[in-house]
């Protein structure tokens, strides 16, 4: 019950990180920020967003911040990003399927197989591991 609740709670910070990511994106290339770094500065502010939010939210992770959490929270989001762009090479040319369904299911499926159980594993370890034992 409680990895239901983590994987719940890391695919809400999720979406908040993205929601975040793209109304910046939107609020900056409005107030004529070039779209390349208002793109760079949405995403980075995603981004932490996503950490903090799956850090102390959804994986409960009370231990110090650390640079090496850090590191490897940003080593999951790359391989991340890049499955996500791979499945979507695959859904929209050889599935055929339009960009922005092909974009829900691609990010639903590398989050199921990829970033939940990378991040539960590699990131915030520490949280998930103590949650379970119920502290």
Do not use: C, H
């Not at 980075?44 to 110090?64: E, H, I, Q, T, W």
């Not at 520490?126 to 379970?132: F, I, L, P, V, Y």
């Amino acid at each position: 019950m409680k990895n239901l609740r983590q994987s719940f709670s890391a695919g809400i910070a999720s979406g908040v990180a993205t929601a975040l990511d793209l109304a910046l994106l939107v609020v900056l290339v409005r107030r004529g920020v070039s779209v390349a770094l208002a793109t760079f500065v949405a995403a980075l502010a995603g981004a932490a967003m996503s950490f903090a939010l799956n850090k102390y939210v959804a994986f409960r992770d009370r231990s110090p911040l650390r640079l090496a959490q850090i590191l490897r929270f940003d080593l999951v989001a790359l391989v991340a990003a890049v499955l996500v762009a791979a499945a979507m090479k695959v859904a929209t040319g050889a599935l055929g399927a339009p960009v922005v369904a092909a974009k829900l299911a691609s990010a639903a499926l590398v989050f199921a197989v990829w970033t939940y159980p990378a991040q539960r594993r590699l990131v915030f370890a520490r949280g998930a591991q103590a949650e379970a034992r119920g502290a």
